[in-house]
């Protein structure tokens, strides 16, 4: 199927990072899907999630320290199965340097299969080879996506779950709408290998 036709799950969590004697973890999550090459409202999911009374890394980036009263009252990830289910069984899912969100989703639900995975820092490796960072933040300048991004979550910035959820959406919005990339397929985009 040709991906501008397709239907994406496009996921972001904002984690504890590693700390000694303590697992890395996802404090955060947020989710919007990206349908007929455009994103949608209607699949947004963002809460915050329940990690219990550990420390976070020093460098953990996000607002945790501000949220944590409200973390504290969360539910934990595996508590929203029944409303993750439906868009993350058996769906396309995407993320920048998917590798997180993949270890995130098969650590809190082991029994699942989740994918087939598209990245969207090894699509832009492909796609811009020549900008000089590849990283969420910094595409969102390269490629003008702000004002995009400001249609879904006007109030919120870099490192929050929901915010990094949406600009990487919008991020391969923005490649399925180039003329060059109007006829990849799904199958395409998760066979794609780029250089590091």
């Known amino acids: 199927m040709l991906a501008r036709h397709d239907t994406f799950t496009v996921l972001d969590f904002e984690t504890t990072g590693v700390v000694q004697g303590y697992p890395n973890e996802p404090w955060q999550i947020g989710l919007v899907v990206l349908k007929k090459g455009r994103i949608r409202v209607h699949g947004k999911f963002n809460k915050l999630l329940h990690v219990g009374d550990r420390p976070f890394n020093v460098y953990a980036p996000g607002r945790h320290q501000e949220l944590m ?5 969360s539910k934990s990830l595996p508590e929203y199965w029944p409303k993750l289910q ?35 820092l090894t699509l832009t490796r492909i796609a811009y080879p020549t900008l000089p960072s ?6 969102v300048y390269y490629l003008n996506l702000q004002s995009r991004i400001n249609e879904f979550c006007p109030d919120l910035e870099a490192h929050d779950a929901y915010y990094d959820a ?18 990849v397929t799904t199958q395409q985009l998760i066979n794609a290998k780029g250089k590091k």
């Open 134 to 139: 590849h990283k969420l933040e910094d595409l």
């Open 86 to 120: 439906p868009v993350l069984d058996n769906q396309n899912l995407v993320a920048h340097n998917a590798a997180t969100e993949r270890k995130v989703l098969h650590t809190a639900f082991p029994m699942h299969h989740f994918g087939p995975w598209i990245d969207t």
């Open 166 to 183: 949406v600009a990487c959406a919008a991020v391969l919005e923005k490649l399925l709408s180039i003329n060059s990339w109007k006829n």
């Open 69 to 73: 009263p409200r973390i504290r009252r």
